[in-house]
């Protein structure tokens, strides 16, 4: 009898933590216990849950799946998840697949994804997993155990669970992220500029002009993909890596707010304390002690 895939998942997740696997684009995330919000920077990917159960937030907008459900997005997204069900026992279990966007666009040339639309489609999405693209999901981890598999079989699996995507209800997000020219790449542009540019003032018309888009036009479909505001975003990336710095180097905690583009100490103290629920200095002294456990 075939093994189930949580029993393949968890050959290779022996332990609490990400796994790289032998295919390049496949993780294993495993989590033995419900934890806290962690704040990231979500990488374009599709992330299949085979046990347990996620919540994740972008701004005010929250998406929960579980099992035999999953979350794609298609650009770079400040989000904050929380494993919501796992034990020891019974432990988390996600398969993340980065999305290729030469695969999706080789496949939506084909005529697999539905017709180019002029609409922005959100950027992130919770789907629910049929029978076939589970054990589509099953067979790539079926091909960790061979390395003749990973190489010749793995790429063809990929490709088919791309194509049930595409032809799945939420065709359109997925076609958007391989194709040059959509809503969703233009959006991506600004967003790449972004992450490089955080710490600068923001010019809404400046990432508009690298988007293609007028100035109004391009808040709206920023929104509409991320479900944020330019402004929005641009906060999240500081506040991300401020944390970063803050929980890597406490001793400069006072000059982190001004490395990551606040002018303002009380503003930066505000705003994190919003985002992560401690003002940054408490949080230092939070982390300090748990390390010296």
């Known amino acids: 009898m075939p093994s189930s895939i949580v029993e393949l998942a968890l050959r290779y997740a022996t332990a609490s933590g990400s796994a790289r696997t032998p295919i390049p684009t496949l993780q294993i995330l495993r989590v033995d216990r419900a934890q806290e919000r962690v704040h990231s920077v979500h990488r374009p990917s599709l992330c ?93 981890l079926e091909c960790l155990e061979h390395p003749l598999d990973v190489e010749l079989l793995a790429p063809s699996v990929v490709r088919e669970i791309i194509y049930h995507l595409l032809r799945g209800p939420y065709g359109n997000s997925v076609r958007d992220l391989g194709v040059q020219g959509s809503q969703t790449q233009r959006i991506a542009k600004a967003i790449e500029h972004l992450r490089h540019s955080f710490t600068q003032a923001l010019r809404v018309e400046a990432l508009a002009r690298i988007a293609g888009m007028s100035g109004s036009s391009f808040h709206q479909h920023f929104k509409q993909v991320t479900t944020l505001t330019p402004l929005q975003y641009q906060k999240r990336l500081r506040l991300h890596e401020a944390r970063r710095l803050l929980l890597s180097d406490p001793a400069g905690a006072a000059d982190v707010g001004f490395k990551v583009g606040y002018e303002s100490p009380s503003q930066f103290s505000r705003e994190y304390s919003r985002l992560f629920g401690l003002p940054p200095i408490q949080e230092v002294t939070r982390a300090l002690a748990q390390v010296a456990r």
């Open 48 to 140: 299949f849950i085979a046990q347990g159960a996620k919540e994740v937030s972008i701004g005010s907008t929250v998406f929960r799946y579980r099992s035999m459900q999953f979350c794609f997005s298609s650009v770079d997204l400040p989000v904050a998840g929380a494993v919501t069900e796992a034990t020891p026992a019974k432990p988390y279990l996600c398969l993340a697949l980065e999305i290729e966007p030469s695969v999706v666009l080789e496949l939506a040339s084909a005529g697999c994804a539905p017709d180019a639309s002029n609409r922005s489609v959100r950027a992130i999405f919770v789907g629910e997993s049929d029978v076939r693209m589970t054990e589509a999901f099953r067979r790539l």
